[in-house]
């Protein structure tokens, strides 16, 4: 009964900054390397950015490159992704999930878990 629950998000103004948590309950958090995932209007869900069971290893989707940080704290079993410089583009529900690739970046059929999170809307104003 892995339980996956997404916030920080918000309404911003573009080249604003926002950061997501997403906290992690049912599982031993720490076996996972974990992702994050969004879903703009219209759009599939797509992978964001990705981050090894230490934290050693990330992955970004390449126009995030740079703007986004991603996280993670253990003993607190949260991870986090620090958005900055945000523009319109970004707009979408962010999700998290665990992810079983680490050897390259991971693509939304990496995801480990059954179920998503409510995830947490992103909305960047021009």
């Known amino acids: 009964q892995v339980l996956l629950v997404e916030s920080g998000g918000g309404l911003v103004q573009a080249g604003g900054s926002l950061r997501l948590s997403c906290a992690v309950s049912?599982?031993?958090?720490?076996?996972?390397?974990m992702g994050w995932f969004r879903q703009g209007p219209g759009k599939e869900r797509e992978f964001v950015a990705s981050?090894?069971?230490?934290?050693?290893?990330?992955y970004y989707k390449g126009s995030v490159k740079g703007r986004f940080t991603i996280s993670r704290d253990n003993a607190k079993n949260t991870m986090y992704l620090q958005m900055n410089s945000l523009k319109p583009e970004d707009t979408a529900v962010y999700y998290c999930n665990a992810v079983s690739v680490l050897v390259r970046e991971p693509t939304i059929t990496d995801v480990v878990f059954g179920s998503w999170g409510q995830g947490t809307q992103v909305t960047v104003s021009s």
């Open positions: 049912g599982r031993t958090f720490d076996y996972y390397s």
């Open positions: 981050i090894s069971r230490n934290g050693a290893l990330t």
